[in-house]
């Protein structure tokens, strides 16, 4: 069965710093993954998705992921933080590639300091 | 197009009394997924669809619980009789073939 890991609920970090939040996945399939943004009381808004091209994923603000098959990490990062980024981060896969279920973690929140 | 639409935005009732949210997917995306988010649990799937379908209602969390598609461009969530732990946010995604897209969710507070 497909489950995804996302490591450390909270993240903090300094405005204009790395961000890093680390995702970890199990797919008996080829696996279709995303990372979503969730800012305060809106839905969850895609910021990347891999399905099975180039493993570094570019997305939107700054963001991209690295598709790593050999760690079954999908990591997303950001080389300069700005306060805006402050949101909650979700990472899923599908349970199925193109088909099926997204398979969600139980999300980091980021909190930029300045 | 207008992307995935819910409604209403919020709803406040009173315990024991029946609650319809209501969702109209994007067009052409042929999967519905119907999601609950709490602090304490975070986001949990509570039912999907494929064609208007059920798939999995494995996540409904009781009898109190149901959801129907009558058509591609219509879901309702229905709760009767609603209790003050259903209180919530309630997500409606619709999906092709890749990502999923979101609603914007309906916040649910039963007093």
């Known amino acids: 069965a497909q489950s995804v890991t996302q490591l450390g609920s909270h993240v903090s970090v300094s405005e204009g710093a790395l961000v890093l939040l680390r995702c970890n996945y199990s797919?008996?399939?080829?696996?279709?993954l995303f990372w979503y943004v969730q800012y305060p009381n809106q839905g969850l808004q895609l910021l990347l998705k891999?399905?099975?091209?180039?493993?570094l994923v570019k997305g939107i603000n700054g963001f991209e992921a690295e598709f790593k098959k050999s760690e079954t990490s999908f990591h997303l990062t950001k080389p300069s933080a700005h306060m805006s980024d402050a949101a909650e981060y979700f990472c899923?896969?599908?349970?199925?590639?193109?088909?099926?279920?997204?398979?969600f973690g139980k999300g980091t929140k980021l909190s930029v300091k300045p | 197009d207008a992307g995935v639409i819910q409604s209403p935005r919020h709803e406040v009732t009173e315990m024991g009394q029946e609650v319809t949210l209501r969702c109209k997917p994007i067009s052409g995306h042929d999967y519905l997924f119907w999601y609950r988010q709490t602090m304490m649990r975070g986001l949990e799937l509570l039912i999907y669809?494929?064609?208007?379908?059920?798939?999995?209602d494995s996540g409904m969390p009781e009898d109190r619980f149901s959801a129907k598609m009558p058509n591609a461009s219509f879901s309702t969530l229905k709760i009767q009789p609603s209790e003050p732990r259903d209180s919530a946010v309630y997500f409606c995604?619709?999906?092709?073939?890749?990502?999923?897209?979101f609603g914007q969710g309906t916040r649910l507070t039963v007093v």
């Open positions: 797919s008996s399939v080829p696996p279709y």
């Open positions: 891999y399905t099975s091209a180039a493993t």
């Open positions: 995604a619709s999906r092709n073939r890749a990502e999923a897209f």
């Open positions: 669809f494929n064609n208007n379908v059920p798939i999995d």
């Open positions: 899923a896969v599908s349970d199925g590639g193109s088909q099926g279920n997204l398979i």
